[in-house]
């Protein structure tokens, strides 16, 4: 029986780092259909970008893949706010039959992206093999007489912890700074917060760029944990769009939530259904909450709020 | 004379191979007619119903694998697959409709997606059914010469076509039309949105569908990473029409003659066959920023451009 909730235990944990990892990911992509009402379906290709940016910090400076948070979410910043200035402003002024072209136009980015990186850095996997890579923490070492044993490993707490300090500090951004006001100002009404003064064109490229730089975080603090190959951004793409369904279209809070809910249940069918079903888990819940709740968990959260 | 164009077109189509060409010239036009259909399925939902699909892939590979199916668990002739893809695919479509037409716009695109995956993931692990990674081979083929495999394709393509002018005109077409200009205004005047988005979905599933049982009997070997391929399916259907014209007639043909021979060109250059997404990936951005109506939609603005070049 304590062995059973042992490994219940040990999944739930590895659960709830993953999803804070997954609602990092997923953030980006709310905060970006939030204000620009559109899927970047080059998520994930902009997380292997970061990635490369991190392995390659390390393989030739041996910066840490940790401290390389900071020299690739910058950069992402940067290819974020370019690639809405110089693609997809043109577009959304540009008269068409069809109102997806810019989401059209995103998975032309990916394309290229994650080509050109097969193209230049070939299909091999790679990874970061940091000294720290093996360290856990064990429960027994803390309390000795603990009838059941979890470990905890360094490099997933590291970044999990690093991920809960970025979304804290986005978090501040958005609800205490004129700016990152403005930003929900103008996701809440595009129309009013031009009235308002909020200057609409500055503001999504601040989103795109902030978009792909927490997209980019998240890829470092990957880094460490995961291993890295040209293809591997349409899987993240696919978990940063479940979760932003799961959280409830363009919702920031829903969006953690949501990570955190496809982080313990891919845990869960890891554990108790196999590696490869993980796929079929996520699809799953996808179908699930379109079909039962079609407004996501801040739907919940919303009526609970106003008493409905 | 605009009216005869297309029988005309047809006729032209249907002399070509009596001049002789070579076999591989063939099998670049009857790539360029089988395009022309999925991409005419395609815009029939995206063009017209406004509804973007990037799963496209999923019902070519069912179709494809109803055909391949058959072939190898009953033994009979995998041109019963054409027949049979109508049935299995209009079943898959109506499923995929039920769960994906709740959503709405950049949504039921991500969906579509999330959709043309799982069933490459599926095909590749239901090996008692599809023989996953191994594909599913053809041994004989009916005929050495391609120039049948040409007819039944053309066929197709001139039914597709037939059928799709008819469906526009109709009191079906403008209803199309009504969704993909305001979802909410067509619900409003009594327009059974679900159910004709549903239609829609059905209609353009079936002829992917059919396309792709083609395929497997032309091809002889299918699998999984073939036929349900993101990238080289799904994504470079929505280009054919992209490229083409989105919601015209002639737009699948033109983007899908455009499509085929660039492919084709990129193939034939060694260092840059590597690179080929990258250049369709550039070429797709290029489309959507200076001509987002495609090549047939956009056609007096091309001209226009030209006319201002040469007077000046």
Redo the contacts between chains.
């Keep these: 029986m304590s062995a059973q909730i042992e490994l219940f235990l040990q999944t739930l944990i590895a659960g709830i780092l993953l999803g804070g990892l997954y609602a990092l990911i997923g953030l980006g992509m709310a905060l970006i259909m939030g204000v620009m009402r559109i899927i970047n379906l080059a998520h994930g290709d902009l997380m292997m970008v970061a990635m490369y940016i991190a392995f390659f910090s390390y393989d030739i400076f041996h910066v840490d893949p940790y401290v390389s948070v900071l020299i690739a979410t910058p950069a992402l910043f940067l290819l974020g706010v370019g690639l809405q200035k110089f693609l997809i402003t043109p577009v959304l002024k540009v008269e068409s039959i069809l109102p997806h072209n810019q989401v059209i136009l995103t998975v032309g980015i990916g394309m290229v992206l994650s080509n050109l990186a097969t193209v230049f850095f070939k299909s091999d996997y790679r990874s970061t093999p940091v000294d720290y890579a093996t360290k856990a923490w064990y429960l027994s070492d803390f309390w000795r007489n603990s009838p059941i044993e979890l470990s905890l490993s360094f490099a997933w707490s590291v970044s999990f912890v690093l991920a809960v300090v970025i979304t804290a500090m986005l978090w501040f951004f958005l609800t205490r700074t004129d700016t990152g006001k403005s930003i929900r100002a103008t996701a809440q009404d595009l129309d009013a917060a031009l009235l308002m003064g909020v200057n609409v064109e500055r503001m999504r490229m601040l989103t795109f760029g902030l978009g792909a730089a927490l997209v980019g975080a998240a890829g470092c603090l990957f880094m460490p944990i995961y291993y890295l190959y040209p293809a591997l951004g349409k899987q993240f793409t696919n978990i940063a769009f479940v979760v932003t369904i799961l959280g409830g279209l363009g919702s920031t809070e829903g969006a953690i939530i949501g990570g955190v809910i496809l982080g313990i249940f891919e845990s869960m069918t890891a554990t108790y259904l196999g590696m490869g079903w993980a796929p079929v888990g996520r699809f799953i819940i996808f179908v699930a909450v379109l079909v039962f709740l079609p407004g996501g968990v801040s739907s919940l959260l919303r009526s609970r709020r106003f008493g409905r | 004379m605009r009216k005869f164009l297309p029988i005309v077109l047809l006729a032209l189509f249907a002399l070509i191979p009596l001049v002789g060409l070579s076999s591989y010239l063939m099998h670049i036009l009857i790539l360029v007619v089988m395009w022309s259909v999925i991409g005419m399925a395609w815009n029939l939902l995206?063009?017209y119903c406004?509804q973007?699909s990037?799963g496209h892939a999923a019902f070519f590979g069912v179709g494809a694998y109803s055909a391949g199916i058959i072939y190898t668990k009953l033994g009979v002739s995998a041109w019963w697959g054409i027949p049979l893809s109508i049935i299995v695919v209009a079943l898959v479509a109506l499923v995929i409709g039920y769960?994906?037409l709740?959503?709405r716009?950049?949504?039921f695109?991500?969906?579509t997606?999330?959709i043309g995956?799982?069933f490459r993931?599926s095909a590749e692990?239901l090996e008692g059914l599809t023989q996953g990674n191994l594909g599913i081979l053809i041994q004989e083929r009916t005929w050495v010469e391609k120039i049948w495999y040409f007819y039944i394709i053309l066929f197709i393509a001139a039914v597709t076509f037939y059928l799709i002018k008819k469906t526009i005109a109709s009191r079906l077409g403008y209803y199309f039309v009504a969704i993909?200009e305001d979802q909410d205004a067509a619900e409003s005047l009594g327009i059974n949105t679900t159910l004709y988005k549903t239609i829609a979905l059905c209609m353009s599933a079936v002829i992917a569908g059919l396309a792709g049982a083609f395929y497997t009997n032309y091809m002889g070997y299918i699998d999984p990473d073939v036929v349900f391929s993101?990238?080289d399916i799904s994504?470079v259907t929505?280009m054919v029409v992209?490229v083409g014209g989105?919601?015209t007639f002639w737009g699948p043909l033109v983007g899908a003659v455009i499509m085929v021979l660039f492919a084709e060109l990129i193939r034939s250059i060694p260092m840059l066959g590597?690179?080929?997404?990258?250049l369709?990936?550039?070429l797709?951005?290029i489309i959507?920023?200076f001509l987002?109506?495609g090549i047939a939609?956009d056609t007096s603005k091309i001209l226009r451009l030209l006319r201002i070049r040469r007077s000046s």
């Design positions: 995206g063009g406004g973007v990037f769960i994906s709740r959503l716009g950049p949504y695109v991500l969906s997606l999330a995956e799982v993931v692990n993909r993101l990238s994504i929505v992209m989105v919601a590597a690179a080929h997404q990258t369709f990936g550039i797709l951005i959507i920023i987002p109506n939609g």
